[in-house]
């Protein structure tokens, strides 16, 4: 059970990432419509406003994460969260679709996503990742749900510009979050020396990259659909904007009831791989059914249905891999490369609803992100089953010499970091338990004091 650091910490930094996808998700149901207000408006250029945040967020996430290797984290993610605040007002004062534009690539510029959840690892106990990180995954599928109904909603009442303001109270309210969270030094072994060599240690590693695949592909499609099933609610379901929430809400509520059982058997039977593929699966059945029915009202929320369900298992089962499977050192760098992943994803999205909007034939716009989807899984039946650390509890030693203490902790075989919370007076201790062996475990005894049950 996490305590109550890790709960108070959890909320925190969840309530940041959902924050900022509330922002973001609240415009993607409507802009493919409302956007069509602004002065100088195309498909294609609406397509860029929805996706541009993507790009910068993919350009960024990069550099942000090889600096939180490095640097404090607290102060990255504040930064930018005001970023992300700073765009939305520029596209809420905007009149032209170049001016969103615009607003949206700064508030991309906020690229903490990988910071946050590197934070989230950091101050959770490794056996207590995937709960943390389902969390975290939840409360994006829960942004999801908020965003999705309350966005053509809010738009009704305060048109396109105010829902941009609405992204930027929502910018300034996550960094007040970041007080919940506690103070953080991480101390681990084998760092690797230069930000080029850092970097490339990441990207050599191939399930790392096919999870890296994964998340583009994810978002790619998200963003695609989002833009191009909204004319069609209107068209063949004879659903108005302002009520395609009352489509979105139950069928992401559902679809969170699912999430929660698949997340349970992927860790605690250790299947992770299992839901993985299933639920790419399931992408692909939603797309399909949407190819094929997209004219029918049932067609559209049965293949709607399915892709949620599917996408919010993925949600929450992709940070936690991208957790287990990232070198320690170098955790922020993986995620970065992730979250860059994703979020150019979401700009290839954007920029593909947008020619989607263009096919007469809507049907072939479904079936060809359904092609994208079965390249996806084809590529991830490669994948391994992630490799599962533990975690421990231990008092700083009283003498405060935490450098001296974190230095021999880690010379100890099977040891592989300590993130030490000062304030609390703790480290958290990452143990690999197939490589601890009894010489390890008399040296653990020695330096600790007392014996411990590994």
Same mark, same amino acid.
């Given at each position: 059970?996490?305590?109550?650091?890790?709960? #108070?910490?959890?909320?925190?930094?969840?309530?940041?990432?959902?924050?900022? $996808?509330?922002?973001?998700?609240?415009?993607? !149901?409507?802009?493919?419509?409302?956007?069509?207000?602004?002065?100088?408006?195309?498909?294609?250029?609406?397509?860029?406003?929805?996706?541009?945040?993507?790009?910068?967020?993919?350009?960024?996430?990069?550099?942000?994460?090889?600096?939180?290797?490095?640097?404090?984290?607290?102060?990255?993610?504040?930064?930018?969260?005001?970023?992300?605040?700073?765009?939305?007002?520029?596209?809420?004062?905007?009149?032209?679709?170049?001016?969103?534009?615009?607003?949206?690539?700064?508030?991309?510029?906020?690229?903490?996503?990988?910071?946050?959840?590197?934070?989230?690892?950091?101050?959770?106990?490794? +056996?207590?990742?995937?709960?943390?990180?389902?969390?975290?995954? $939840?409360?994006?599928?829960?942004?999801?749900?908020?965003?999705?109904?309350?966005?053509?909603?809010?738009?009704?009442?305060?048109?396109?510009?105010?829902?941009?303001?609405?992204?930027?109270?929502?910018?300034?309210?996550?960094?007040?979050?970041?007080?919940?969270?506690?103070?953080?030094?991480?101390?681990?072994?084998?760092?690797?020396?230069?930000?080029?060599?850092?970097? /490339?240690?990441?990207? #050599? $590693?191939?399930?790392?990259?096919?999870?890296?695949?994964?998340?583009?592909?994810?978002?790619?499609?998200?963003?695609?659909?989002?833009?191009?099933?909204?004319?069609?609610?209107?068209?063949?379901?004879?659903?108005?904007?302002?009520?395609?929430?009352?489509?979105?809400? !139950?069928?992401?509520?559902?679809?969170?009831?699912? /999430?929660?059982?698949?997340?349970?058997?992927?860790?605690?039977? #250790?299947? $992770?791989?299992?839901?993985?593929?299933?639920?790419?699966?399931?992408?692909?059945?939603?797309?399909?059914?949407?190819?094929?029915?997209?004219?029918?009202?049932?067609?559209?929320?049965?293949?709607?249905?399915?892709?949620?369900?599917?996408?919010?298992?993925?949600?929450?089962?992709?940070?936690?891999?991208?957790?287990?499977?990232?070198?320690?050192?170098?955790?922020?760098?993986?995620?970065?490369?992730?979250?860059?992943?994703?979020?150019?994803?979401?700009?290839?999205?954007?920029?593909?609803?947008?020619?989607?909007?263009?096919?007469?034939?809507?049907?072939?716009?479904?079936?060809?992100?359904?092609?994208?989807?079965?390249?996806?899984? /084809?590529?991830?039946?490669?994948?391994?089953?992630?490799?599962?650390?533990?975690?421990?509890?231990?008092?700083?030693?009283?003498?405060?010499?935490?450098?001296?203490?974190?230095?021999?902790?880690?010379?100890?075989?099977?040891?592989? +970091?300590?993130?030490?919370?000062?304030?609390?007076?703790?480290?958290?201790?990452?143990?690999?338990?197939?490589?601890?062996?009894?010489?390890?475990?008399?040296?653990?005894?020695?330096?600790?004091?007392? +014996?411990?049950?590994?």
């Amino acid at each position: 059970m996490m305590n109550a650091l890790e709960r #108070r910490s959890t909320f925190a930094l969840s309530s940041i990432f959902a924050l900022r $996808m509330l922002g973001l998700f609240m415009i993607i !149901p409507v802009f493919s419509i409302a956007g069509q207000s602004y002065q100088y408006a195309t498909p294609g250029l609406i397509g860029l406003a929805v996706g541009v945040y993507g790009l910068t967020q993919a350009i960024l996430q990069i550099p942000f994460s090889l600096i939180a290797d490095r640097y404090n984290r607290k102060i990255l993610i504040v930064f930018g969260l005001l970023m992300f605040a700073l765009g939305g007002a520029i596209a809420a004062m905007s009149e032209t679709i170049y001016g969103v534009i615009a607003g949206r690539a700064i508030a991309g510029g906020g690229a903490v996503s990988a910071v946050v959840m590197a934070l989230l690892s950091d101050v959770t106990r490794e +056996e207590h990742r995937t709960k943390a990180m389902a969390v975290m995954g $939840m409360s994006i599928g829960l942004s999801f749900v908020v965003a999705f109904s309350m966005g053509p909603w809010l738009t009704s009442l305060v048109g396109i510009s105010g829902l941009f303001w609405v992204t930027t109270i929502m910018g300034i309210a996550a960094c007040f979050m970041m007080l919940l969270v506690p103070k953080v030094t991480r101390h681990h072994r084998n760092f690797a020396q230069g930000y080029g060599k850092q970097l /490339a240690e990441v990207v #050599r $590693m191939g399930d790392l990259n096919r999870l890296h695949l994964s998340v583009f592909a994810l978002h790619l499609l998200l963003t695609a659909m989002f833009i191009f099933v909204p004319g069609q609610l209107i068209q063949y379901a004879g659903l108005p904007l302002a009520h395609h929430s009352w489509v979105y809400l !139950p069928l992401l509520v559902i679809s969170m009831f699912f /999430a929660f059982p698949s997340i349970i058997l992927a860790e605690k039977y #250790r299947k $992770m791989r299992g839901i993985f593929l299933t639920a790419i699966t399931g992408i692909i059945l939603g797309l399909i059914v949407m190819a094929w029915g997209y004219q029918s009202k049932y067609g559209l929320l049965t293949g709607l249905g399915l892709f949620f369900i599917a996408f919010n298992v993925m949600e929450a089962l992709l940070p936690s891999w991208l957790s287990k499977a990232a070198p320690i050192q170098s955790k922020a760098t993986a995620m970065g490369v992730n979250a860059s992943g994703q979020f150019l994803g979401a700009f290839c999205g954007g920029m593909l609803g947008g020619h989607l909007l263009t096919l007469q034939n809507q049907g072939q716009g479904w079936a060809f992100l359904a092609v994208l989807a079965v390249i996806w899984l /084809a590529i991830s039946f490669t994948l391994k089953q992630p490799r599962y650390l533990s975690s421990m509890v231990f008092r700083l030693p009283e003498t405060r010499q935490t450098d001296e203490w974190t230095s021999k902790l880690l010379a100890i075989h099977g040891i592989e +970091e300590v993130v030490v919370m000062p304030d609390q007076n703790v480290a958290f201790v990452k143990v690999d338990k197939a490589l601890i062996d009894d010489a390890a475990r008399h040296s653990l005894t020695q330096l600790l004091g007392k +014996e411990v049950a590994i």
